[in-house]
């Protein structure tokens, strides 16, 4: 079994509040994973909220959050386990979060020192 | 009673105090059998245990004077006096828990360790509550009591961080303690029913001592008041299981229900959320009237339960819940990614989910869990189901 990050991203600062149902639906397809005994990490949530989140730079430059540059801004990550990225990737299009608000779903694999 | 014996004599061999105490119920049941049962039958086996435990020091005394020509002040111990009182019984259990959930082992064998002398549980019951084999436990059993001897076991008062640090353990003892009374697979209701109040009474002494008053022992108590709440209902009066929804309701013990209640408020004082929060939280749901959002909420803690810890149960548990918020069809493809294919449960649950929609495929699942399941009961229950669909297909 390998390791994948799921990195998700949002469009819209607004959609980072979900609904009641909407929180649902995302514990469900969360404690699917879990269920299967295929999630490694359950990550963290970023908060995206004003003065919440800095960007350091280079020469002491700090900037306010990253969404003054790119619209989309990095919600949260989790770490599961799947056989190749093609299942990790199956797991990922099943996240609610397509049909509710949109947002992409970034796939990576986890390299391992061992 | 090895708990007692090991507390007042500080024996480092466990062995030796559980070799006397199955003595003493030998030489009850011998003498029981002719003379009748005493008028006091605690004080008379405390009493004949007392006795033999001295006689055992008398043996050693001699053995290490004439082996070793030398006596050890050790048996002094010997004659200090003691008295076997309920107070001290209760206390000296829970005294012996916390004393064999000791960091030397591993937790898991901590717990094993503590079900088998203090919980009398046989190695297969054991083996059961961890869903493991029986040859893992035995070896487990066996090097953690080494390791005690060799660590110089004994039963003294414990400091406060010492108290805190093996509470998880302890607790974790306790509710397998619980459980085994409560899913036994033993059809006989006084042993289960006796598992069940024990563990309450001693995770009731932990909230009532400071040091052990937490959320989480709460939450526990909370839990194990829910679950007995149930436990006439169960079982019918053969001694046959009787399914959730087919309970008489007019059963369930409400002063326990409230019981529940009490504890789960006093467990939810801080933001503390432990695995026993949620499971209490569940069978809290589990007591209330169906209502719209019943088994939505059951679902979610279910959500919550299988990040915390994962297990095949509460997989199997939380796809059941998912069918009842989301329908037979949906919680299908659900129950299927789990590919718990060797647990009877798993083809057990399928075997359900299918019956509506696809006999065959039900029955071939029920099969299947015929042959994975060990209890009789659960074979029965099946293979009538079998009966019921096939007569339903036929016609």
């Keep these: 079994m390998k390791e994948f990050a799921l990195i998700f991203r949002l469009k819209d600062i607004a959609d980072f509040k979900p609904s009641p149902e909407q929180m649902q639906e995302r514990m469900n397809w969360l404690g699917s994973i879990a269920a299967q005994n295929k999630l490694v990490d359950k990550g963290s949530t970023f908060l995206p909220t004003q003065g919440s989140a800095k960007t350091v730079k280079p020469n002491n430059v700090v900037t306010d959050g990253p969404y003054t540059e790119i619209k989309e801004f990095i919600s949260g990550y989790i770490v599961i386990k799947a056989d190749n990225i093609d299942e990790a990737v199956e797991i990922a299009k099943a996240n609610p979060i397509f049909d509710q608000v949109g947002g992409n779903i970034e796939v990576r694999e986890v390299l391992k020192l061992y | ?395």
């Design chain 2, 1 to 395: 009673m090895t708990a007692v014996l090991c507390r007042h004599f500080g024996l480092t061999h466990i062995e030796i105090a559980e070799d006397i105490a199955s003595d003493t119920f030998l030489k009850a049941s011998e003498n029981w059998a002719i003379n009748g049962i005493p008028e006091n039958p605690t004080a008379w086996l405390y009493t004949v245990a007392k006795n033999k435990t001295k006689d055992y020091f008398k043996h050693i005394a001699v053995f290490e004077t004439q082996i070793k020509e030398a006596i050890q002040s050790n048996e002094i111990e010997t004659e200090k006096d003691f008295e076997f009182s309920s107070q001290n019984i209760s206390d000296s259990q829970l005294a012996m828990i916390f004393a064999v959930c000791n960091s030397a082992n591993s937790t898991e064998a901590q717990i094993c360790l503590a079900l088998q002398i203090l919980c009398g549980f046989s190695v297969e019951e054991i083996a059961n509550a961890f869903l493991t084999k029986t040859e893992t436990i035995k070896k487990r059993v066996l090097r953690a009591r080494a390791s005690l001897r060799n660590d110089n076991f004994q039963i003294k008062t414990l400091s406060e961080p010492e108290i805190k640090s093996r509470l998880d353990t302890v607790l974790k003892t306790l509710y397998l303690l619980f459980n085994e009374g409560y899913f036994s697979k033993s059809n006989n209701q006084q042993i289960r029913k006796d598992l069940c109040s024990e563990a309450i009474r001693l995770t009731l002494i932990l909230t009532e001592n400071q040091l052990t008053d937490t959320p989480q022992t709460n939450a526990l108590l909370a839990l194990m008041c829910f679950q007995s709440s149930r436990l006439a209902a169960r079982t019918n009066d053969k001694g046959e299981a009787v399914l959730f929804d087919e309970q008489d309701k007019s059963l369930w013990n409400k002063a326990l229900i409230e019981k529940g209640n009490y504890f789960l408020i006093n467990a939810c004082n801080n933001n503390e959320t432990s695995k026993y929060h949620l499971e209490a939280g569940i069978a809290y749901w589990h007591t209330t009237p169906t209502g719209q959002n019943k088994w939505q909420h059951i679902l979610q803690l279910y959500n919550q339960l299988i990040l915390i810890e994962y297990s095949p149960i509460t997989a199997l548990n939380r796809a059941f819940a998912f069918a009842k918020v989301y329908g037979h069809d949906q919680a299908i493809t659900e129950a299927e990614k789990l590919q718990l294919t060797d647990n009877s449960y798993y083809h057990e649950l399928l075997g359900y989910l299918y019956a509506d929609t696809d006999i065959s495929k039900a029955i071939s699942h029920y099969e299947q869990a015929i042959q994975r399941t060990k209890s009789k009961t659960e074979k029965l229950t099946l293979t009538k189901e079998i009966k019921r669909l096939t007569e339903q297909n036929s016609r």
